[in-house]
């Protein structure tokens, strides 16, 4: 089992299943959609993914390691998509596994908002009339 | 000595390919490197102060010295999630 994945397929239930077999007393799952209002009143078609994959990797690795000692043996895996993510689909997913919930919750939060921060990964929105742009920050 | 340059995203866009094989005179850094890069494409000048380097998957400062076959990864400022 992979903890921590690159992938350009939809990300889909059967990947989340297969991580899901580290559930302990509980898990807790984060999926990241793509919303359909960029925020400023376009319309969102897709965003365009992409990331320098082996620092990304390394990186959710650190990730799962911090929260794993910060939280006391939490278990993180995250999965982030690249290549065109259509409004509406999944880009990301962050499952951290607990014995307890509270110890999944707080994981599962630091994972995706420090994901956001530091993973070497852009975005770049495709709006319906066209026009695209590159965005950085959470 | 020969440097390979992978830029992403914006700053790929901007030097129209996501790589670059650039030569350098011994004893460059990775403040020449970007510099090689950004007289071919001035655009990226401007990006200098946002874009954090990474040489050999480990990230950099500019005054860092170079060795042949090293790469360079440009990071824009990032987005993910």
């Known amino acids: 089992m992979t903890l921590f994945r690159i992938v350009e397929e939809p990300i889909a239930p059967p ?11 509980g ?13 400023d009143g376009r319309r969102v078609r897709a965003l365009w993914y992409e990331a320098c994959e082996m620092m990304a990797l390394r990186e959710f690795e650190s990730i799962a390691d911090e929260a794993r000692h910060r939280f006391g043996g939490v278990r993180v895996a995250i999965i982030h998509r690249i290549g065109e993510v ?11 596994a607990a014995a307890h919930r509270a110890a999944a919750f707080d994981a599962c939060r630091y994972a995706i908002d420090e994901l956001k921060r530091r993973a070497p990964i852009w975005k ?13 920050g959470a | 000595m ?6 992403f995203a914006a700053l790929r866009e901007l030097c129209h390919a996501p790589e670059h094989a ?16 950004a007289r071919e494409f001035p655009a990226l000048a401007a990006h200098r102060a946002s874009t954090r380097i990474a040489r050999n998957g480990q990230v950099a400062s500019f005054e860092e010295a170079l060795a042949d076959g090293d790469e360079l990864a440009l990071l824009p400022p990032v987005g993910g999630g």
Do not use: H, N
């Not at chain 1, 259509?86 to 951290?96: D, H, N, Q, T, Y």
């Open chain 2, 2 to 7: 020969r440097i390979r340059i992978l830029a």
């Open chain 1, 15 to 25: 990947m989340l299943d297969e991580i899901a077999g580290l559930r302990d007393g």
């Open chain 1, 27 to 39: 898990t807790v799952t984060f999926l990241g959609i793509v919303r359909e209002d960029s925020g």
């Open chain 2, 22 to 37: 650039i030569e350098l005179p011994a004893g460059a850094r990775v403040t020449d490197a970007w510099g090689a890069l």
């Open chain 1, 124 to 136: 770049k929105e495709c709006y319906a009339d066209g026009s695209a742009q590159w965005r950085s």
């Open chain 1, 86 to 96: 259509r409004a509406g689909e999944i880009s990301v997913a962050v499952l951290a």
